[in-house]
Each structure stands twice: as C-alpha cells, then as structure tokens.
C-alpha cells in the first residue's frame, strides 16, 4: 500500500506532463499556427418574449383573501401588549 500512493502519483504527474505541448509557440511569429477564429452569434440561443397566458383573477383573488390580505398586510392591527405597571422608586 505504501508503494501504491507515490507510483500513482507519478503516473498523474507523468500524464499531466506529457499533455502538454512540447513547446508552444511564438506570439510574436506570424507563420505560427493558430486555430481558425469560430463566430457565434450572441443571439444565437435567444427566444423572442411571448405574452404569458392570462389568469382568471377569482382564483388569486381567493388565495390572497385566503392568506390573510397581500402578503399579510391587510390583516387587522395586532392589539398592543398591555404596559407593565412600573416600580416605585424605594
């Protein structure tokens, strides 16, 4: 088992190493070899907005008067805690 760890380890480095290109070439050199410029349209995956079908507005209607009012904010004012009696002073 012990031997089995560094032997993987190089052989991941070794197959790591040997992906790379030997020597890559020059910027600067024009006859280098470059791969082909590919476009693609920006557009190219874009769907055109589509009116969304219309709800029937009793049923959200009734969820809302369901929950309570719009999102809880038409519900009737919560009573006030009654004020503790405060201490004399001794």
Known sequence: M???FPVALLAGFAS???A??????DPADPAAA???PVYES???GYRPWTEP???RWREPNEDVRRL??????????AKAPAAAPKKEPR
């Open 34 to 36: 470059v791969p082909k």
């Open 20 to 25: 790379q290109q030997a020597t890559p070439p």
């Open 53 to 55: 079908a219309a709800a």
């Open 16 to 18: 790591a190493v040997a």
């Open 68 to 77: 309570g009012g719009h999102a809880g904010h038409v519900k009737p004012a």
């Open 2 to 4: 012990r031997s089995a």
């Open 42 to 44: 920006v557009f190219s």
